[in-house]
């Protein structure tokens, strides 16, 4: 896997996630009692072999940076790479931030093929193939036998994809393939969705051609995004693009909806992720575990030092979270450190850090 190199797009500010996504980075969002979103694409880059993956933020980037290099860049054999400012990070003392950053000196990105031409050197240098994952998506993934295909086939492009339910197709990009896998139809977003097959959003590009077309597409009327513009370019052009399905769970989480709902499969019978599946990154030395019914608790996944007064059902808790005397909490995401007052009745929503309540949708029976 020393050719590849793994591009991870992480720019998103999370705006449609309500409360959510206010004061944090949408990569950086608490999933699943153990981890953020941005870490699921991470372990499964290293589950892969890959020794790291080039970080491309358009928001916060210090923040974020900052961040991956306190938690992935701590133990040897993988780490986050932060393009131009890496030199900095590398030189800081063990344990330590780098104190100043190297000034900016590129312009603006204004979407991610933006980023990818603006750091051009540290994404296609040494590279036969680039893998692109994006930060938001839950899954786990090794993504070795699809570069083996890739390579096998000769492919400009192979692209991951699953089949979902018809009517959801319209919130992703919908694609088809021919008799023989070759891609045929790409649509991002659909009004009136033809095939049921959906674009899973991770990627691999044959390195120089994706440097080709990001070239010619520079300076167009398009609007700088692999999915919008790079991809529907090559297939109107006839490069060769397959497909690969992806098995098993996948989840895009851009909405607090949808964040709801991937935590209520956490809990179905069987699982979409099992526990020991999730990324720890969050207390990683913390037990957590699967609990059916016993003391107050009930089809839930709760960490070791979770102190509960009162009776929780249906939830995912995080590290640090109290539950108050008589107080109910069903089908709900309890945060790091939230704290559920006394006598208090929660169903079907996210408590935040600060104990603020942020209503979701229903948890669809999943684990009933």
Not at 221 to 234: E, K, L, N
Not at 301 to 326: F, H, M, Q, S, T
């Amino acid at each position: 896997m020393d050719d590849v190199r793994a591009v991870l797009l992480a720019g998103g500010e999370g705006r449609r996630m309500g409360r959510l996504g206010q004061g944090r980075l949408k990569p950086l969002v608490p999933f699943g009692g153990t981890a953020r979103l941005i870490d699921f694409s991470l372990l499964n880059a290293r589950s892969s072999g890959l020794r790291e993956v080039l970080i491309l933020s358009q928001h916060e980037e210090r923040r974020l940076m900052d961040d991956l290099h306190t938690v992935w860049n701590t133990r040897p054999g993988f780490r986050a790479h932060f393009g131009p400012y890496d030199a900095a990070y590398r030189a800081a003392p063990p344990g330590q931030l780098p104190a100043e950053l190297p000034e900016r000196t590129w312009p603006a990105e204004r979407g991610t093929a933006d980023a990818l031409i603006s750091k051009a050197k540290y994404v296609f240098d040494g590279a036969r193939d680039v893998l692109v994952q994006h930060a938001d998506h839950v899954y786990r993934f090794d993504y070795r036998d699809m570069l083996r295909e890739h390579r096998r086939s000769g492919a400009a492009l192979t692209i991951a994809y699953q089949r979902i339910e018809m009517r959801y197709v319209h919130l992703f990009g919908m694609v088809a393939f021919d008799a023989a896998g070759n891609l045929t139809e790409f649509v991002e977003k659909p009004a009136e969705p033809t095939s049921d097959l959906v674009f899973a959003a991770f990627c691999l590009f044959d390195a120089g051609v994706l440097h080709r077309w990001l070239e010619r597409l520079e300076g167009s009327h398009w609007q700088h995004d692999i999915s919008r513009d790079v991809i529907p370019a090559m297939l109107a052009a006839g490069e060769r693009i397959r497909g690969h399905l992806v098995p098993g769970y996948w989840e895009d989480i851009g909405t607090v909806d949808r964040y709801h709902r991937a935590h209520g499969l956490l809990l179905a019978d069987p699982p979409s992720l099992a526990l020991d599946a999730l990324p720890r990154t969050v207390r990683p030395g913390l037990a957590r575990r699967r609990v059916a019914d016993e003391d107050g608790v009930r089809d839930s996944i709760v960490p070791a030092d979770l102190v509960n007064e009162g009776r929780i059902e249906r939830c995912v808790v995080y590290p640090g979270v109290r539950v108050g005397a008589d107080a109910r909490v069903s089908d709900t995401v309890l945060l790091p450190g939230a704290r559920v007052p006394a006598g208090a009745d929660i169903d079907g929503a996210i408590v935040l850090e600060d104990g603020f309540v942020q209503p979701a949708a229903a948890l669809q029976g999943a684990g009933r």
